[in-house]
Antibody, heavy 116, light 107 residues
Framework: EVQLVESGGGLVQPGGSLRLSCAASGFTFSSYAMSWVRQAPGKGLEWVSAIGGSGDSTYYADSVKGRFTISRGNSKNTLYLQMNSLRAADTAVYYC?????????WGQGTLVTVSS | DIQMTQSPSSLSASVGDRVTITCRASQGINNYLNWYQHKPGKAPKLLIYDASNLETGVPSRFSGSGSGTDFTFTISSLQPEDIATYYCQQYDNLPPTFGQGTRLEIK
């Protein structure tokens, strides 16, 4: 059974940093692209970033480009999202997802709140 | 970026009703169109992939159709457990983009 468990969310001040992690199990992690999708309060789903299985290819939404960095540790079956220069608009539940095309598996989400 | 325009943004229907949601892409997307169900506090759930393929384990009252730029999602007989927000998503081009969502309520 595929499991994706996010961690690392919390309250951070504007301009601050946070690193999210997603522990994956139940599949061959290194064989799959992974992505992050977020949902701001009262808003819809927004794709944030994706990374290829080997980690060589990374993709970002314009709204986070230059501030967020996606990476993965295939030996640890873990996906990461380093978030810098955080803004109030980044406040959202962040979901880890297996793939960025047809997303069959999602984590339960971790809440990031950017506020002073 | 490909824009996905979903309508309506909210919908109220009775148990047993047929419910239809539409999604229009700003350019052709080769049927690379998925539909998700999202309930509060839960992870989104894939219902339909590649425009018309029912995901394994999803009840047959859910269906999808369409091609090119215009797509339709249908619940043939609304059940109380179907209350959720529904999203279309294209993955023909990066970035993958979602529609703005349709909030479905029971009348």
């Amino acid at each position: 059974e595929v499991q994706l468990v996010e961690s690392g969310g919390g309250l951070v001040q504007p301009g601050g940093s946070l690193r999210l992690s997603c522990a994956a199990s139940g599949f061959t992690f290194s064989s799959y692209a992974m992505s992050w999708v977020r949902q701001a309060p009262g808003k819809g789903l927004e794709w944030v970033s994706a990374i290829g299985g080997s980690g060589d290819s990374t993709y970002y939404a314009d709204s986070v480009k230059g501030r967020f960095t996606i990476s993965r540790g295939n030996s640890k079956n873990t996906l990461y999202l380093q978030m810098n220069s955080l803004r109030a608009a980044d406040t959202a539940v962040y979901y880890c997802a297996k793939s960025y095309t047809i997303i069959r598996n999602w984590g339960q989400g971790t809440l990031v709140t950017v506020s002073s | 970026d490909i824009q996905m325009t979903q309508s309506p943004s909210s919908l109220s229907a009775s148990v047993g009703d047929r419910v239809t949601i539409t999604c229009r892409a700003s350019q052709g997307i080769n049927n690379y169109l998925n539909w998700y169900q999202h309930k509060p506090g839960k992870a989104p759930k894939l219902l339909i992939y590649d425009a018309s393929n029912l995901e394994t384990g999803v009840p047959s009252r859910f269906s999808g159709s369409g091609s090119g730029t215009d797509f339709t999602f249908t619940i043939s007989s609304l059940q109380p457990e179907d209350i959720a927000t529904y999203y279309c998503q294209q993955y023909d081009n990066l970035p993958p983009t979602f529609g703005q969502g349709t909030r479905l309520e029971i009348k």
